[in-house]
């Protein structure tokens, strides 16, 4: 990775430490056979802000990093629908590969009304050949997940990421950590 990638990755992460003395926010740790990601999101108290930070490692694939901000709708905090948008930088490493990129996109968590423990929630987000640089012509980072609330704040859950990279001179993404996992988000 580059120094100047890392340099804005630790500047992310110094953020979002900044951020959660402000504010309540979610750990989230996910694991499969060979891949574990694990997330830090922190909400800045009434202001619709939201960073987030993560980590991806897969034994044979490798590494990759992201850091995101975002704007939420405070329309109905304890709504059934928690949404946002934003852009999110992304910087990976393997064995052949590295690069970095800038994408754009968000989350959602919704409830079912009738059954608040139940929810569903996915992340997506895409960076185009002008943002992403190094060995990547493109990218697609992705998530879907069913998930129960154990308890008001720890939700447990399946789901299926996705992460693709159009590499230079290749026909075939390169992907990243993707298939089914399981995982635990703890809110605070």
């Given at each position: ?56 490692h897969d034994m044979d694939d490798g590494n990759m990093l992201g850091a995101g901000v975002h704007v939420v709708d405070l329309r109905k905090p304890h709504g059934n629908l928690y949404i946002g948008v934003g852009a999110k930088a992304f910087a990976f490493e393997s064995d052949h590969y590295d690069g970095a990129a800038l994408g754009v996109g968000g989350f959602f968590r ?79």
């Open positions: 990775m580059t120094l100047a990638v890392r340099r804005v990755m630790a500047a992310s992460a110094l953020s979002c430490l900044a951020m959660s003395a402000q504010a309540g926010g979610a750990l989230d740790l996910s694991l499969a056979n060979d891949a574990v990601r694990i997330a830090y999101d922190g909400t800045q108290a009434s202001s619709g802000l939201h960073m987030n930070l993560s980590a991806l919704a409830a079912i009304p009738t059954h608040p423990d139940v929810s569903f929630a996915a992340y997506a987000y895409y960076a185009p050949a002008v943002v992403s640089f190094g060995d990547a012509e493109n990218l697609i980072n992705s998530d879907f997940r069913a998930q129960y609330a154990v308890i008001p704040s720890a939700r447990v859950y399946a789901g299926y990421r996705y992460n693709g990279i159009r590499v230079e001179h290749m026909d075939e993404r390169y992907k990243l950590g993707d298939g089914w996992h399981l995982g635990l988000t703890l809110d605070f």
